[in-house]
């Protein structure tokens, strides 16, 4: 019978915990406005200040009255639009709670290639005989190396 008033007080301890740590987590999502992150408004990426030149080069730069942040920075597919937006903004709060991000911000190589399937989803068929291997000698095609200000304007 021991045991069982121990099991009784590690459930305990661990409902706690679990509550605790769900109350902080509830209240860190209502705080930086969470859900903002779920929609297609570009302005939720500017909740926090780091994205704030982002920001001002997008609506500045050609693309603007065609892509929001989610038409280039997301997957399009619905499971793969959740999990990538899940993943940055675990990525980016940790990085702003921390401040351990490099400035200027640079996209990782994985969402770089997100960046680059939605430039040739959009652009396909306008690049398909550019984008296609012409010999042994072909490297993938690098959209944002030659058009860097098309998605944040010059100097970003």
Known sequence: MKWLGAVSLSAMVLSMLIGVLTGVGGYTFYFANGAAYFSNDPTA???CHIMRDQYDG???ASHHAF??????????????????????????????TFENFHEPIRMRPKSRAVVENNCLRCHGQFVSQITMPQDRFYEPIDCVRCHESVGHGPNQ
């Open 45 to 47: 990426c500017v909740n």
């Open 58 to 60: 997008w609506q500045k």
């Open 67 to 96: 892509a929001s942040c989610n038409d280039c920075h997301v997957p399009h597919d619905l499971v793969g639009k959740y999990l990538v937006k899940a993943e940055n903004g675990y990525l980016h709060s940790k990085a702003f």
